[in-house]
């Protein structure tokens, strides 16, 4: 596709601001590359959490690169700011300027998209807790990203994904339902049927009731076209929802008083944050989650020199010196320090360090296993609030 860059173009500089270039063009004049300390942190205050991920792009970045780079586990959960209020570096790279600093454009890029899109998925997957979700959202961004998001919003907290090569990507099967176009072609109770009759034994069966008539007559119809539905999905449009809530109670009312108590019901389109606490509540047992998580802000990141030739320096607005990253195992605070070793303020027990190396003079350390940094996110949010 013509928008999109190769990895070949990334790691030619091709998406880099041109004012880096600008910069090494004036440092190689001079002859002067220093070896210096860079950290990527969040300023912002505006998140209650980030969930970090990426770290499998942003370290194929430094491939051969002769750099050291240390970060956070990947699918940490940390709140943008320590107990003290300073930024909480979630990775660090010790090297050469020239060597790795005119990648800081597409390092960012990486990480900051991909923690962008898990911290969504997780706001969502602690809200909803242990219903399913389901992410349903590459359509609303450029094909070539399907991956990408995918595998953020499940390494995030979502269950299941819809897209094929992002559920490749993740090493699971992609999971969805049926299209309105499949029940406009064949109408709704020939489209059920057929569609259970076509689907191979295994695929969840899920029919969509909200194509032409009232969702929960709909809903009964399809429970006695195919036996065994597992589920039935809204996706009322909005023009038509009045209170979505009271739909869902409506279609779990009719469908257990002629019953098909075992029969859930999947809620989808334009949901938010806000909306999941009564729908579960009015008796919703899955949702499909798309846009809210697929184009979810970019986590602000911005990457700052903190150390230049052994020396402490950086810009105003910054801390200077190489750090370290530390948490208490009993109360999950993080405290940001330039020692090795640290006790926790609170209770007084030795913290953990978290950094990690992931590069090694440019060899890579990093192994991705997507399904235990997904397992340790869930393990995290039983640790943390939203308001």
């Not at 990947?74 to 090297?95: C, L, Q, S, Y």
């Not at 991909?114 to 399913?132: V, W």
């Not at 961004?141 to 919003?153: C, E, F, G, K, V």
């Not at 038509?240 to 108590?261: H, P, S, T, Y």
């Amino acid at each position: 596709m013509r928008n999109i860059a190769s990895q070949e173009e990334i790691l030619d500089l091709k998406t880099t601001d041109i004012y880096f270039l600008r910069a090494r063009k004036v440092l190689r004049k001079i002859g002067f590359n220093p070896k210096v300390v860079m950290e990527i942190t969040c300023s912002s205050r505006e998140q209650p959490w980030i969930t970090l991920s990426g770290l499998d792009d942003l370290t194929e970045l430094l491939r051969g690169k002769k750099v050291d780079a240390y970060s956070l586990p990947e699918g940490t959960i940390f709140p943008p700011r320590d107990m003290n209020g300073i930024p909480i570096p979630a990775v660090k790279v010790d090297g050469k300027y020239l060597d790795f600093g005119m990648l800081e454009t597409p390092m960012l890029g990486s990480l900051s998209q991909a923690s962008g899109i898990a911290t969504k998925a997780s706001y969502f997957k602690k809200r909803i807790g242990e219903l399913p979700l389901l992410s349903f959202g590459v359509r609303r961004m450029h094909p070539a990203l399907a991956p990408l998001i995918d595998r953020n919003s499940y390494m995030g907290g979502c269950d299941k994904v819809s897209s094929i090569i992002g559920a490749d990507r993740i090493g699971k099967k992609a999971e969805g339902t049926m299209p309105h176009s499949l029940l406009l072609l064949l109408g709704e109770d020939r489209g059920w049927k057929v569609y259970d009759e076509v689907i191979e034994e295994g695929a969840n069966r899920i029919a969509l009731v909200d194509t032409y008539s009232d969702e929960k007559e709909s809903s009964l119809r399809a429970a006695r076209a195919i036996k065994g539905l597992n589920a039935v999905r809204l996706d009322t449009p909005s023009s038509r929802r009045g209170n979505f809530a009271d739909i869902v109670r409506e279609v779990r009312w009719e469908l257990d008083r002629n019953g098909k108590k075992g029969v859930g019901i999947i809620v989808s389109g334009g949901i938010k944050e806000g909306d999941i606490e009564e729908l579960k509540k009015a008796g919703a047992s899955g949702f499909g989650i798309g846009t809210a998580i697929s184009s979810a802000s970019a986590i602000d990141f911005a990457m700052d020199i903190v150390n230049i030739e052994g020396k402490d320096k950086t810009k105003k607005g910054k801390y200077s010196g190489s750090k370290n990253v530390f948490r208490c195992r009993k109360c999950h605070s993080y405290l940001v320090s330039v020692n090795t070793r640290e006790k926790c303020p609170s209770d007084g027990s030795q913290m953990e360090s978290l950094y990690h190396k992931v590069v090694e003079n440019g060899k890579v350390i990093y192994r991705e296993n997507i399904q235990e940094s997904r397992n340790y996110v869930l393990e995290q949010l039983g640790w943390y609030q939203l308001s």
